[in-house]
C-alpha cells in the first residue's frame, strides 16, 4: 500500500514537473503529499485490515485533479490544498470516531432528519442562494457550502439502516399481480418518498445531477435490500415518468437534452461549453496537449464540473482512461467490502456508498462527454470543491472502516481493541491502580 | 443480497465501458473532423502562443520580440514592441484577434520558423530545442529614426531617408504613430477598442503615411517637369525665361500666378532656384500632354510604390485624354498642383535617383533574415526599380538642386553640420481654394553630400492649420530634413 501511496505520488510530482507550472506549486504540492501520507498513516494506524487499494487510488484522482486545477489557477490551487487538508481531517476523524460501524446503524432516524434537513437547507429563504443556475449553496456566517454532497452520506446511512432493519420484511409482503409480484402499497410509501424527494430537489433547486444521484441510490439500495427486481422495474418507471413530466415543464430540462442531442447549432449559446469539451478532448487525442499546453481555460467550469475534459485534453486519452479506471478501483473494491461483509447494515452502507461515487462520476463524465445530458455535479475526489471533496473523504472513510471491521470479523487481521477500547481500558486500569495503591496504603 | 450486488457491480462495469468507447470515439475517431472544425481556434492560438524571433534595426535595436508572460496567464508570451510607437509603421502589430500587419505579417514564417528552409534545419536540431523562430533585421538606424521623431515633432508629416545607391530606408516616421503595444495586448476586447478609435482618427495614425498616403507636391514636381524637359531637349540651362508675375495657358482664361503675385524670372538655374511658377507651367505645355504623362510613368507615377511592406500607395499624375482637355490643369500640374499626388516614399526615391545618375533603386526596409542560430537566411539584394532620367540629365539636375539648397529656397533652412554641401528642391502646395481655412503641405526633397551623394531624403508636413500653412516648404521642412540628415551622416 506504501508503494502505491508512493506510485501515486511520484505521478503527481511528475505531473507537476513536466507542467508550465510555478515554482510556487511546489510547496502545495509538498503539503499534499504530506496530507496524503499522514492519511495513509492514519488508515495503518486506525484500520490496519482495510482494503490496501482505495486511498491510494482516491489519492490519484485528488492529485490528478489538483494538478489540473493548480494549472488552471494558482490561487484555486491554494484553497484546494486547504479543502484536501480539512478532508483529510476529516477522513482521519471518522475513522477515529466511527470504530464499530454497526453502531451507526442505532441512528438511522437522525440520519433521515439529517438528510432531508441538509438537502433542503437551501431552499431556506435568506439561508440558500443559487449559483450557477442551481440553488444548492448554503451561506452561513462566512461559510459557502453544498450541503448536498454530506446529504447524500446521511441518507446513504438510512437507507442502509432502515432496509437492513426493515428490508426482509417488505420483500415477504408482497401481492402477485400477473407476473409481477408488487409489494404492499405501504411498503411502497418509502420508495414514494424518496421518489418525492429527488422531484422536490429537482424542481426546488433545479439541480438534476443530485435529483438523479439521490433516485438511483434509493432504488439501488431497495433492490438489493429485497431482492425484488419489480423494484427497479417501478423505479424505472418513476423515473421515466419524472423525465417526460420535467422535460414538458421545464425549459432548462428541455434545454439541457438539446445540447446533449445536438450541441453545434447551438455553439453560441448553451451548447459553448460541451462544444468546447469535444473540442478540447478532440484536441487531446491519445497522448494530450502535455500540461500547460492546451487551453483548457475555454471551457466554461472547466476546474470544476468539466475537469474531465480539462484532463483529457492535456493528458489525452491516456489520462482520462486513468481517470475511469480509477473510478472503476474504487467500485470494485467498494463492492467487495459489500460482498465480504455479513451484517446487511453493512452490505447496504458499503453498496450504498460505492454507488454514489460510482454513479456521480458516470453522470457527469457522461455529461461532459455527451453520453447522457449533462446535469452539473462535481467529479468526485477530481473537481475543484470543498463540500465535495470532505464529503467524499468521509464516504471514503466509512469505506475503509467497513473493510476493515470485515477484514477483523474474518480473522485477516487481529481484532486489537479500538482506540477508545483502549483508551476506556487504560482509564479502567489506572482506577484499579489507584484502588490498589488505597489498599495498599492501608 | 450478494447476487444483486454482483449484477450492480456488471450494471456498473457496462456503464463505464460505455464511457469508454464514448471517449474513444471522441479522442481517436473524430479527432480530425473536431480540430477541423472552424469554430475550434484551438490549433490557430496554439500557432499564435508559439515562439517569435525578434525585429530589429541596422543597429542592432530590438523593436520587437516575444517575451514570456506571467505564469497562469493565458498565453505564454507576448509580443512587446520596446520602441513603442517609434517603429510601428515598420514592425505593424503581431495580434490573434486582428491579424497582424507590417513586417509583423509579412515576415511571419520567418519570425516563427514556418519557413522551409527553418524546419528543414529544425529536424537536425530536434533534440536541442523546439524553438526554431528566426528574426528579421531592417535598413533602418534607430539614431536616424529617432531623429526623424524628434524633428518632426508633434506636427503632421513624414520624413523618410534612403540610402541612395541601394535604395535601403535608413528611416521612415510618419505622426500620428501608434503603441503596437496597446494593439498586441492580449486582451483582445480593449486593443479592439483601440483599435477602432485609432482607425476612426482623421489623421490616420494606424497607416504608414511615409509610403501608404500621398500629398499633393507642390514645387518639388518641377524636378520631374525639368528632368523630363532636359530629356527632351525643350529647355537646357542656357534657356532664359521672360520676367512675367502671370502666364495664361490656353483653354482659360484664369491665369497663372507666381508665388504671392511676384514676378519672376530668368534663366533656367533662376527660375528653378527661385522656384518660379510661370516657367514651368509653360514648360508643361510645351512638352505636351502625351510626354508629360510619358515622363511621370517614366518615373513611376501611377504604380504602387515597390516596397516590401503591405499596401503601398502609388503617385498620381493623371492620363493623356484627361489633359489634352484641361490644359490649365497640365499647366499647374507641371509645379505640382491640380490633380498631382505623390507617395512621401516615392518622392524620396526620385531625389535619390537624381544622386544615383538617373537610377532609382527599389526601396527596401528589410535587409535581411537569420534563423535561430543567427545564419543568415536571406539577404535583399538592391535592384533598380527605374532608369528615369539620363546620367548627364541627373549631373544637371544635381547642379541645379545644389544652387537651390546654397542660395535658393532651401538656403534658409537646409543648413548641414561639418559644411556638408547638400541638393535640395522646396514644395508648398496650397490646398485650399480661395476664402477656405489655410491647408497646405510643406515639402523639401534632396539629397547630400551633393557631390558624393549617400543619403536622399523627402519630408513632408501637413499642414492643417495657420502656423503650418503661414511657412514655406522650406522654413518648415528644411529644419527638419537638416535634423535627419546630420543623423544620418553622422552614422557609419
Redo the contacts between chains.
Sequence with gaps: MAGLVTAGAYTLASLGQNA???S?ILPFLGLMLLLLVSAHVAVRWLASGADSTLLPVAALLNGLGYVMIARL??RLAGLQTTWTFIGIAVFIAVLVFVERINDLSRYTWHFFAAGAGLLLLPLIPGLGFSSGGARIWVNIGPINFQPGEFAKLALALFFAGYLAERGRLISTSTRRLGPFTIPESRDLLPLVAAWGFSVVIMVGQKDLGSSLLFFTLFV?MV???T?KTSYLVIGLGLFVVACVVAYNLFDHVQTRVAVWLDPWSR?DGKGYQI?QA?????????TG?GLG???P??IPEAKNDFIFAAI?EEM??LG??IV?LS??VI??AG?RI??RTQR?FE??LA?GLT?II??QA?II??GV???VPLTGITLPFVSYGGSSLVANYALLALLIRLSDVSARRLGEVPDTPMLSERWAARRARKRTDDVTTEVSDL | MNQRIRRLALALLVLYAVLFVQLNFIQVGRKASLDADVRNTRQTVRDFDEPRGPILTADGVVIAESRRTQPGSTYSWQRVYPEGELFAHLTGYFTLAYGATQVERVMNDVLSGNTAEQQLSGVWSVFDTDDNSGSVTLTLDANVQQAAKDALGEREGSVVVLDVQTGAVKAMWSWPSFDPNVIADHDSAEAGVWLQFLDLLPSKPLLANAYQERYMPGSTFKVITTAAALEAGVVSLDTVFAEESQYLPPQTDDPIENYNGRSCGGDLTEVFRRSCNTPFARLSIDLGPSNMVEAATRFGIGEDVPFDLPSPAASAFGDVDYFVDNLPLLAIGGFGQGNTQMVPLHMAAIAAAIANRGTMMTPFAIDLTRDHDGKVLDRTEPTMWRQVMSPGVASTMVDLMKVVASSGTASCCLKLADGVVAAAKTGTAQLNGPGEPERSHAWMIGFAPADTPRYAFAVVLKGTNAEISAGTGGTLAGPVASKVMNAALRDR
Aim: hydrophobic letters at 50%; zero cysteines.
Design positions: 508550465v507550472i510555478p510556487r489557477s494558482e439501488v433492490w438489493v435490500a431482492e455553439y462544444a469535444m473540442f478540447a478532448l478532440g484536441n487531446g487525442g491519445v496537449t499546453r492546451g487551453l481555460q475555454r483529457g489525452g486519452l482520462a482512461t475511469l473510478f472503476m467500485i470494485g463492492l459489500a460482498l446487511p452490505k447496504l453498496t454507488t460510482g454513479v458516470f463524465i457522461g462527454i455527451r453520453v
